[in-house]
């Protein structure tokens, strides 16, 4: 018989963070913060609870990157990949996180890194194009 261990609300929120380059005494306070913050999530549901930590995060990207123009879905995703690049995890405490108010240094660098991407393009048919072979020739019997 295959044994199962439930992992508890701050096993998943350490394994999660974790993502994010946090460890030691670093994860163990950001975990603490965290989980304070979400004591009424009472759920057994380990998505649930990843989505509840993700709308923090998101409220941070918000106020991070004000002007984005992105789903909420992308706009977490930059705020990630950003977070990671400027090696977030050893410039933010965990009341930093916790008051949505990360370093201004911090926000600088992820502001820089923040990738833009190209606007959409839009194909269009394009008529064909008449030449005119008179002008061509004139040219090369000069």
Do not use: W
Not at 15 to 30: I, P, V
Not at 42 to 70: M, N, Q, W, Y
Not at 87 to 114: H, V, Y
């Amino acid at each position: 018989m295959v044994a199962l261990k439930l992992l508890s609300k701050d096993d998943v929120i350490a394994a999660y963070l974790k993502s994010f380059g946090f460890h030691g005494d670093r994860l163990t306070a950001m975990v603490s913060a965290i989980s304070a913050d979400l004591k009424t999530f009472s759920s057994d549901d380990g998505e649930a609870l990843i989505k509840k930590v993700d709308l923090i995060l998101l409220k941070t990207a918000r106020k991070i990157f004000p002007h984005a123009k992105l789903a909420d879905e992308q706009l977490l995703a930059q705020f990630k990949l950003c977070f990671l690049l400027a090696n977030g995890a050893e410039k933010c405490s965990s009341a930093a996180l916790k008051t949505l108010s990360l370093p201004d240094g911090l926000i600088a660098e992820m502001r820089q890194l923040f990738v833009v991407n190209a606007p959409a393009c839009n194909y269009q048919d394009m008529p064909a194009q008449s030449l005119d072979y008179t002008s061509a020739e004139a040219l090369h019997h000069d």
